[in-house]
């Protein structure tokens, strides 16, 4: 059926050989997300909106598309995904682009990073870069790899397509996500195992520019200043910082429970988006913040042994940049609101309202499922041409 099929297609034998251990952690994070924006958000969603329930509605929306995504990327054959990836890249590489079009994109406090679509609902490309991106850099690593002669391979294609997304990302005034970016990227470099020459002249020119970008916008350098000296900004820059913290102290060991006891979240402005670890944490109290990093924690180490135990290359190199992504970032998100590193902007994989995050997030975990099932079809054909090898000696056929 051309060059792809789907799972229904396959075996059955390999139809059933996803981790479900993955696949539960995935359900987890998902439940636990949408659990604490449903206690965290109705006051705020009733002020505002005069509806309680009005961020849940749309999570839930927005996961049902996020969840089709994660069918498609779960049930697609590789070959199939790998034929896509030009599509994927030059899509997001567009959508950025749309994003410097006041007509079509939204603007936020100064920034253009948004798709304005119908129902109120809006894109935000940057989140889609991030899949797209370590997408085209497993499969150009994969490719490199299969190159004979040692001199044909060259990083330098890719160090350019890299470069020119951190670039149409930072000119959306989006500067974490421009340096999660990179990291992500980098950290793909290093376990591809591709030659790290590159890096220095790179980071000859990025640091200034990130520097400058820094000193040149001034809330980025009160982000920076409020983060050395809090109390200068207590009441402006840094009051939902430390209204955030109050909350996660708040919870104590055993958590303030879901009721009408939440009073510290009420004063965080839109709890909903990059501080909704707070509202867990004021609930849920210490025991529910380890139970959180535990699952977050089971679901990295699922997603990477599936990644590291794929003989497939490009599933592979795209498995480990998707885990590293979703895992990076919630530990990221985690440390802004408890303080210890300046406010990013990153929201929470599967707890942030917002529909960009979680329908990329969700379609990731599709593919990083999908990569588990390359394990267990290549057990099977190891197995088979064992056999096959001790059949053909007993028989003297060799």
């Known amino acids: 059926m051309g060059g792809f099929s ?51 509605k749309r999570q839930f929306i927005t996961s049902c598309i996020g969840g089709i995504l994660f069918l498609f990327f779960l049930l697609s054959d590789m070959k199939f995904i790998r034929k896509l990836v030009p599509i994927i890249v030059i899509s997001s590489f567009v959508l950025c ?113 990130g520097v400058m970008m820094i000193l040149t916008q001034k809330y980025r350098l009160e982000r920076i200043l409020g983060y050395i000296n809090p109390d200068s900004f207590a009441t402006t820059l840094n009051f939902q910082s430390i209204a955030a913290k109050k909350a996660v102290t708040a919870g104590g060991i055993w958590g303030s429970g879901i009721g009408t006891d939440l009073n510290r979240i009420n004063s965080i ?41 794929c003989p497939d290359r490009f599933a592979s190199f795209a498995s480990f940049g998707c885990v590293s992504v979703i895992f990076l970032q919630s530990l990221l998100n985690c440390m802004v609101v408890c303080g210890l590193v300046p406010s990013t902007g990153i929201p929470l994989p599967f707890f942030s309202m917002g529909g960009s995050s979680i329908i990329i997030t969700l379609a990731m975990c599709g593919f990083i499922l999908n990569t588990s099932r390359c394990e267990e079809s290549y057990e099977i054909n190891t197995k088979s041409d064992e056999n096959n090898e001790e059949i053909l000696t007993i028989l003297d056929f060799q």
């Not at 359900?27 to 997300?33: F, K, P, V, Y």
Request: aromatic content about 20%; proline content about 4%.
């Open 269 to 309: 402005p839109e709890i909903q988006a990059d501080y909704i670890f707070a509202g867990w944490a004021e609930a849920m109290g210490f025991v529910g913040v380890i139970i959180y990093f535990v699952v977050l924690g089971f679901f990295a180490w699922r997603g990477y042994r599936s990644s590291f135990m």
């Open 6 to 56: 789907f799972a229904a297609e396959r075996p059955i034998e390999k139809y059933h050989k996803s981790d479900i251990l993955f696949l539960i952690s995935v359900i987890l994070l998902w439940g636990l997300g949408f659990f604490t924006l449903f206690i965290s958000s109705q006051n705020y969603a009733q002020r505002m909106f005069n509806d309680s329930y009005y961020f849940v």
């Open 97 to 209: 682009i749309l994003t410097f079009f006041p007509g079509i994109s939204i603007e936020k406090n100064g920034a253009r990073r948004w798709i304005r679509l119908p129902m109120s609902f809006s894109f935000q490309p940057s989140e889609l870069v991030k899949f797209s991106i370590v997408l085209f850099l497993a499969n150009f690593f994969d490719k490199q790899e299969r190159l004979v002669n040692p001199d044909d391979k060259n990083v330098a294609p890719s160090v350019v397509v890299f470069i020119v997304f951190l670039a149409v990302v930072g000119f959306q005034k989006d500067f974490s996500t421009t340096v999660f970016i990179a990291v992500v990227c980098i950290l793909m470099f290093f376990v591809t195992g591709s030659k790290m020459k590159w890096l220095i002249p790179f980071t000859i020119v990025v640091i200034p520019i």
